[in-house]
């Protein structure tokens, strides 16, 4: 098995069940001379022990007689439990419309005629686990995206608007800080949240990034749908189609309003100092530097503490970004390599069943034609059994008319016997 490592890695590392009424002996040798991990069922209970190891199952063979037999009852459990995904490949000798027909309602990815090839068996199969492991690594990239999204939906306030700056998405936790429903929000722009504080430079400067094609970032006050302020910390990005074009921005940002308010307390409240050493004549210049002086630097430790809080954050997320962007970038490439094997598979797989369709209908029309001729000979059987009772009836007749015509010679002969007697007596004369 080491020299067919290279063709069959992935029935190497496969679990696989052969579901047989009369197990194929030759069937499990190939089987069991490219995988170690195969299990063998053919009997009444065989779904039940399916039933304990089906999440390792990689692929489902069964090898089916006739349209009765087990296996494809089998087959028809597994797709009634709604399990559409299992890969199944079924093997058959028999040549019968009604079993191609359960079959294709079965949603089976191969078939396969026997006697075949131990070569051309052995690549359907590689190319069925290799389809089912595409599709699973497809589906792993797609679940840890929409794991990705949903980290940043909970932490940030995402939107996505079109070149003209109208709304097409918003996340939970941008509504719930707007205070909109994505219904007010969806089809409209931004507007309906500028503060009145907020200088139109910064969204004139905004759009001349936007425009370029490049990356906007930059603090903004906004207002909620009750018009109170809150700010946020934002990162708008154009977003380009496959063929390179803007079509439409993405925004994410995180609240800041905590950090905000700090510095306009700080402000507020040396504005307050001030007035109060205007106002007041009670303590001494010096104290109410002092007072003032001891005031500020607490203030400033504190909007230190606070701003290297946020430039810590601001670091960690943009280094979050950073491997997000690699690892998106990672997964766009993995995911359209997938794509095109995916393609190239399914060329492969509609070519080949157009042959199969077309060997399937040769075998249809021959079977067809030999039906049409074993008809034609029973007529003439059956017309010359009639024409050879009706010439053993006339033998049977001839054979009467010829013991009678026996009987009515030997007859004969008696009276010629009698006559010539008769001669002979005239002959002699009358005795003395």
Not at 123 to 131: A, F, G, M, W
Not at 157 to 170: D, R
Not at 264 to 293: G, H, S, Y
Request: with cysteine; aromatic share 8%; charged share 35%.
């Amino acid at each position: 098995m080491n020299d067919r490592n290279q063709e069959t890695n992935y029935l190497t590392h496969s679990n696989i069940v052969y579901v047989s009424s009369n197990s194929d002996e030759n069937t499990t040798k190939i089987l069991q001379s490219y995988t170690n991990n195969l299990t063998l069922l053919n009997q009444e209970n065989s779904f039940e022990a399916y039933e304990k190891i089906k999440k390792t199952v990689h692929l489902v063979i069964a090898d089916i007689s006739n349209v009765n037999d087990a296996s494809l009852s089998f087959i028809k459990k597994i797709r009634s439990s709604n399990d559409w995904e299992k890969p199944i490949l079924i093997l058959s000798d028999l040549q019968d419309n009604s079993l191609l027909t359960e079959i294709i309602k079965l949603k089976i990815d191969n078939f396969i005629f026997k006697p075949f090839q131990e070569g051309t068996f052995i690549k359907i199969i590689e190319e069925i686990l290799s389809k089912a492991e595409k599709n699973r690594i497809i589906e792993q990239q797609k679940e840890h995206l929409e794991q990705f999204k949903t980290v940043l939906d909970k932490l940030n306030l995402v939107s996505e608007t079109n070149l003209k700056g109208e709304i097409l998405y918003v996340n939970q936790r941008f509504c719930e800080i707007s205070g909109f429903t994505k219904e007010e929000l969806i089809g409209h722009t931004h507007k309906c949240l500028r503060h009145p504080d907020t200088s139109s430079e910064i969204y004139k400067k905004m759009w001349e990034n936007l425009e370029s094609g490049k990356m906007w970032q930059g603090k903004l006050k906004n207002k909620n749908k009750a018009n109170e302020p809150y700010y946020v910390k934002l990162i708008i990005l154009p977003i380009k189609n496959a063929q390179g074009e803007v079509h439409k921005y993405m925004s994410s940002g995180f609240l800041i309003s905590d950090i905000e308010e700090e510095k306009q307390k700080l402000k507020k409240f040396i504005v307050n100092q001030k007035l109060d050493q205007m106002n007041t004549r009670k303590l001494t210049q010096e104290e109410i530097n002092n007072k003032a002086r001891d005031l500020v630097l607490k203030a400033k430790q504190d909007a230190v503490e606070k701003e290297e809080k946020l430039v810590r954050y601001l670091r960690d997320m943009d280094e979050e970004l950073k491997r997000l962007r690699i690892r998106r970038e990672q997964d766009k490439k993995q995911i359209a390599f997938l794509e095109k094997e995916y393609k190239t598979y399914m060329e492969n797989t509609d070519s080949e069943k157009k042959i199969f369709q077309e060997r399937l209908e040769k075998v249809l029309i021959a079977g067809r034609k030999s039906y049409e001729k074993s008809v034609l000979y029973k007529k003439k059987y059956d017309a010359l059994a009639i024409k050879i009772k009706r010439s053993q009836d006339g033998i049977k007749t001839l054979q009467g008319y010829v013991d009678e015509y026996r009987a009515k010679i030997d007859d004969l002969q008696d009276v010629i016997k009698v006559h010539e007697r008769t001669i002979e007596e005239l002959k002699q004369g009358p005795s003395s």
